[in-house]
């Protein structure tokens, strides 16, 4: 039942779409890149051999573009379609173009990926399986007047999500009545215009958690094994900014519940290929599904630094039809690994302003224990139409602070010129006694350096 692909198109672009094409040389696989026009001279259009241009620099005419994107692979006769991260990674719709094609998605069954896409029915979900989840949260509206019924119920604060959302984006928390009706708007408004659908999921909002998350591997067969945890609690705007791997602040005993609640999850679900169950952790040991991500993600990097996995090549042969060539007792962890998301963004009053323009000086940093994964490079245009992420930069340690000390001198070695950047203030956070000690929960960015 299982196959070898011979071509592959990857359907994205920036550090991912590179991430992706670097697995597959790696396999003997030939890759077909795509671009927009204002990402003509990226390296994802060199490493892979063929790129092809699919339409104009906004997401919808290209990177967005199914039509586009499906006739190229159906001209070119690729096999599969690997996804990437963001754009069509989570769109059940397009994982069903690709079915109806007869060409591979590289991601788990349209159906799951649906049934988890939303996070209500991702929390049912979850409580089937008696994962705890955030209460009060069954409802799904979309009127001010729906959700007035029941926010009683809830009680302040709490916090307001796009029910179909990813990257932080159609959140926001609502501390009093007051702010309720502008917030629910504002919010309405976010989410339509990000996702296109306008649902909102009212949950309590749990003050003082670290968001911890569980890596997965599943093959076609049943056989479903973690790569353990990852810590994301340093976040601006509900998106992660650092990762660290793993947490090293709850106790085993959680660590295993975390676990074995994400593996009895994907069973439940019929989940294939990678995933990430995500948790809210309270002081008091508690913790809560908050939903999972059907998908690779950005900071899979520092797990493949902890375990010696290829997350990547794994997922591919997963699709491939091959079975998991690894058991639960093969994963070991080894030493510390973190990451920094260096944005092309930079603060002004607190305020985030995302930057764009050329870029005249990209030098990346180096050395024994460092990674550097992006697709850009000097005198590349930076704009806004995608997401800011100009560069990943990970480090492994033996400890915490080892990986912290080599992600400091490479943050220092780093060095962009034409684009403004946000790497002194993750300086700063790194420096913080505060983020070392492990004393910190998602609330950190905004309460101390917003
Ligand atoms: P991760 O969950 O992998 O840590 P992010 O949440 O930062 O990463 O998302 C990575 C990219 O994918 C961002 O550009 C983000 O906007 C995009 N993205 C994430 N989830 C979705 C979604 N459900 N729909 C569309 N884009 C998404
Ligand atoms: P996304 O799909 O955008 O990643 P998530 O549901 O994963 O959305 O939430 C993103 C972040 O928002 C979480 O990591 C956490 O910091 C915050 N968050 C989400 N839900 C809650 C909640 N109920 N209470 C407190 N913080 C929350
Ligand atoms: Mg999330």
Redesign the pocket.
């Known amino acids: 039942m299982s196959k070898k692909y011979k071509r592959i198109l990857v359907a994205n672009r920036g550090d ?1 779409a590179v991430r992706v094409i670097r697995a597959c040389k790696e396999m003997g696989i030939e890759t077909i890149s795509i671009y927009s026009t204002s990402d003509r001279d990226l390296l994802h259009t060199r490493l892979a051999d063929i790129s092809v241009c699919v339409g104009n620099a906004k997401s919808k005419d290209s990177y967005l573009n199914a039509y586009n994107i499906l006739a190229v692979a159906t001209k070119y006769n690729v096999d599969a379609i690997h996804p990437g ?3 069509f ?3 059940p719709e397009f994982a069903r173009l690709c079915e109806q094609s007869n060409i591979d998605y590289i991601g788990t069954d349209s159906s799951i990926i649906e049934l988890m ?1 939303n996070k209500m029915n991702a929390k049912k979900v979850a409580r089937e399986c008696g994962i705890p989840i955030i209460d009060e949260c069954n409802m799904e509206v979309s009127t001010i007047d729906e959700y007035y019924e029941n926010i009683q119920k809830i009680g302040f604060p709490l916090i307001l999500k ?1 029910a ?6 159609g959140i926001r928390v609502v501390y009093n009545e007051d702010e309720l009706r502008h917030s629910f708007e504002l919010c309405i408004k976010e989410t339509e215009r ?2 296109g659908k306008g649902n909102l999921l009212i949950e309590k909002y749990i003050a003082s958690a670290k968001h911890v ?1 569980v890596q997965v591997l599943a093959d076609k067969y049943g056989n479903v094994i973690h790569l353990g945890d990852r810590e ?1 609690s340093i976040q601006r705007n509900n ?2 900014l650092i ?1 660290e791997a793993r947490c090293n602040t709850i106790s085993n005993e959680l660590r295993n519940k975390l676990y074995q609640d994400a593996v009895n999850l994907c069973r439940y679900i019929g989940y294939t290929g990678v995933g ?1 169950v ?1 948790y809210l952790v309270t002081d008091s040991g508690s913790y809560y599904f908050i939903e999972m ?1 059907t ?6 990097t520092i797990t493949e630094l902890i375990t010696g996995i290829d997350i990547v090549k794994n997922q591919i042969m997963i699709s491939q039809g091959e079975p998991l060539q690894l058991q639960q007792e093969d994963i070991h962890f080894r030493g510390y690994a973190i990451q920094c ?1 260096i944005l092309a963004e930079y603060y002004n009053n607190g305020n985030i302003v995302p930057d764009y323009g050329k870029i005249f000086i990209f030098n990346m940093p180096g050395g024994f224990g460092v990674r550097v994964d992006t697709s850009y490079e000097v005198f590349n245009p930076v704009t806004t139409y ?4 100009l560069c990943k930069i990970s480090c492994s340690g033996q400890n915490k602070v080892e990986a912290v000390n080599r992600m400091l001198r490479s943050l220092e070695e780093m060095q962009i010129d034409g684009i403004k950047t946000n790497k002194d203030l993750l300086m700063n956070i790194l420096r913080d006694s505060r983020f070392l000690n492990g004393n910190y929960t998602t609330e950190f960015f905004e309460k101390n350096f917003a």
Do not use: M, P, W
């Open positions: 991912s991260i963001g754009f990674s989570e769109n896409a796009a179909n959302g990813g990257g932080g984006k990000s996702f998350e994301c998106q992660k990762e990430t995500e991500n998908r690779l993600q950005v900071e899979h998301r995608y997401d800011s992420l």
